[in-house]
C-alpha cells in the first residue's frame, strides 16, 4: 500500500463509522437506508475497510437519507464532521418541501433503475 493509500483508507473507513453512528441515532437499519435510496449495505460496509463510494451521486444519496447537508462525507473525508441537516417543525412548509425534495431523488434513482432494466429488444 502506497503511503497515500493507507491514509485513504482510513478516511474511508472514518465515513463508514460516521455512517453508522447517524444511522443508528436515526434508528434506521442498513435495509432501511437502502429502501430509502442510499447505497446497498454491503457498499456501506466496504467503506469500513477502507473502499471509497466513488459516485457522486451515491454520496448525495447517502447524505440525503443521513439527512446531512450536501458534501458531508467529503468533510469526514477531510477530517472534519458531517453536517447534519436543521430539524424542521413538524407541518411546517420547510418540512413539506423536504418531503419533496425526498421524493425528487426518490423518482430519480428510480428512473435510473428502469433506464437500466434490460428490454426484451435489447438483447
Not at 87 to 106: I, T
Not at 116 to 123: C, H, Q
Request: glycine share 6%; aromatic share 4%; hydrophobic share 35%.
Amino acid at each position: 500500500m502506497t503511503a497515500k493509500g493507507q491514509p485513504e483508507r482510513e478516511a474511508w473507513a472514518r465515513v463508514y463509522h460516521e455512517v453508522d453512528r447517524r444511522r443508528a441515532h436515526l434508528e434506521m437499519s442498513w435495509k432501511e437506508m437502502e429502501r430509502r435510496g442510499a447505497p446497498s449495505a454491503n457498499k456501506l460496509r466496504a467503506m469500513r475497510d477502507g473502499v471509497p463510494l466513488e459516485k457522486d451521486d451515491k454520496r448525495h444519496a447517502l447524505c440525503r437519507v443521513l439527512r446531512w447537508e450536501p458534501g458531508s462525507v467529503e468533510e469526514v473525508l477531510a477530517g472534519r464532521v458531517p453536517r447534519p441537516k436543521p430539524p424542521v417543525a413538524p407541518g411546517s412548509d420547510e418540512e413539506v418541501l423536504a418531503a419533496v425534495r425526498d421524493l425528487e431523488d426518490r423518482l430519480a434513482v428510480l428512473e435510473a433503475q428502469f433506464e437500466a432494466l434490460e428490454r426484451p429488444g435489447d438483447r
